[in-house]
């Protein structure tokens, strides 16, 4: 580590959870322990709290009632419960749509339940990250329990079309999810006047605490629980209430309201600092991903010939944190299946590294990122045995070719 | 995070012998862009004495792919080419104070670009006959290549058994359900169902003599004594009747608090030799003629 202060751009991973949340919290777990279920002083005053903090979350993506929000332990159980339950409450239905670059969440439990016998489509992407609407529309049938597509890619925070693949899905009688937990806090939703039927959001994604997430559920929509027990969220999750986390995400959940203009102005601005900075001083790189169409705060660049791992221990030694989509971060062999569904080539693809930021980024961090990068990519770049002098060795006489592919 | 330890770090901070080499008479090229590391390493060898005068290499990789290579050079510099190739892979992830399980595979590719070298210079053709599948077992660190050869192999057809032959599963057991999977997929090609209930015994009940029955509960009597008579104790048998196994404890066993646990080891014993459920009965009499009907 260097002497510098760190600089955290790895918002997308998790974030700082916001003091004023983790104030507000600890009581939670000291004098106010009681459990918002009993008949006495001790929950009474707990469960009035859980409301309000309910609200809080309520208004923050703009739903109609509070009861639609059915708190988890975060996103991954709301992704789950949501694919789960439009299964069990549709059992002559057996086809799923989704995407190839969702989360693993959403992914990982599809490829489960294709080996269980269920028939999922998988929507492909272009270059950019953009899905064919036709290509969906031709999948709308009565033989589909649920689509499930994010709202905005963690990697490259390329925005899906969801307000209308949910309106397409609505109009061939079709449940509609959306995995937006990247999203939530950072642009503006407003599911009274959505079409969306299930929405999974994750606390810690927006300055809140871990192990707390919600899935919205729209008023009226069929649902069957993943967990049954007690009567906890309206008996559709049963478990004793994760009372500080729910605290801890409502004041979350109020500070991202307040914080959404410059979350898409300020952040906004630092994250086209960082991507013009880098590119102009580094060669053969490029941002992924719709570039004109994702999040506010994330900037995924793919950097050839170079890769991926070497560059995060190389920023983490001057103290940035990043994360990268290559294969060796992960332990697999296999870069990041978003890069790969983009077809973004693999000299390319084990050189991604995706900064994220967050409000709390300043404009002297950036510039010391962008003063940083250059010098790490040009030192791996002299390593590399698919670079010379100036650039990739691109003759074929001298190029490197390896006895095995 | 990778835990990397100290060495690693030193190796791919400050890496030695990076760069290409003008002069180079042995160069070894192994690995791909598509797997996400390869390696290019480059000897100048004195000819006749095959000594290794210099080593430099260029990777394309991660920090203990270039560690890796850094830590390979350094140790063969000034070795003969026999002695290099001597040079295992895991003496490569020793230097480094070891390496995690995922990225054994950089050590190993370092080894491999030894060989591909040595074969260059010596103007042999170098084949690999390397094949990587995804990380199984994450405590001994087998992949699924490896175990699936291994299942076809030798006819596998339990996650026990795998184990026994890989290590892979051994550990955690975390992995079994990717084992179970892997099992499934091999048997299927030879046209059998995997049943993840275990392999039936070999030695079905009621196969063995009466003769070679009480042989083996004799050698299994026999089995147990030294370490009873290590303890001042001793076991005798008594008497078998049907399922029932009559035995005397003796000296300092008679009594003992871990009888019931002595003689429940030397049951389970019993059954697994003789492929069906026995009861072993600690009796005090000697004289089976006293014994219950």
Redesign the interface.
Known sequence: MSALPPIYLDNNATTRCAPEAVAAMLPYFTEQFGNPSSMHSFGAKVGHEVKAARASLQKLIGAEYDSEIVYTAGGTEADNTAILSALKASPDRKEIITTTVEHHAVLHLCDQLEKDGYIIHKLKVDGKGRLSLDEYRKLLTDKVAVVSVMWANNETGTFFPVEEMARMARDANVLFHTDAVQAVGKVEINMAESAIDMLSLSGHKLHGPKGIGALYLRRGSRFRPLLRGGGQERGRRAGTENVPAIIGLGIAAQIAREHMAFENTQVRALRDKLQAGILAAVPNAFATGDVDNRLPNTLNIAFEYVEGEAILMLLNKQGIAASSGSACTSGSLEPSHVMRAMGIPYTAAHGTIRFSLSRENTEDEIDRVIAAVPPIIAQLRKLSPYWGENGPITDPEKAFAPTYA | ??DYSETV?EH??N?RN??PMADANAI?????????????LMLKVEPESEKILDASF?????????ASSSALTEMIKGKTLTEALDVSNQDIADFLGGL?P??MHCSVMGR?ALQ?AVANFRGEE?K?D?E?G??ICKCFAIDSVMIEDTIRANNLCSVEQVTNYTKAGGGCSSCHEGIEELLAKVMAERGETFSPAPPPPKTKPGKLSTLERIRRIEQVIEKARPNLIRDHGDIELVDVDGKTIYVSMKGACSGCQMEALTLGGIQQQMIEALGEIVKVVPVKAVAPTKLPA
């Open positions: 995070m990778w770090k791919f901070y890496p990076a760069g070894g090229e192994v690995g791909s862009i598509s797997c996400g590391d390869a390696l290019r260029q990777t394309f990789g991660c920090g203990s792919a270039i995690p995922e990225k491999e591909s170098w690999d390397h990587e995804a990380l």
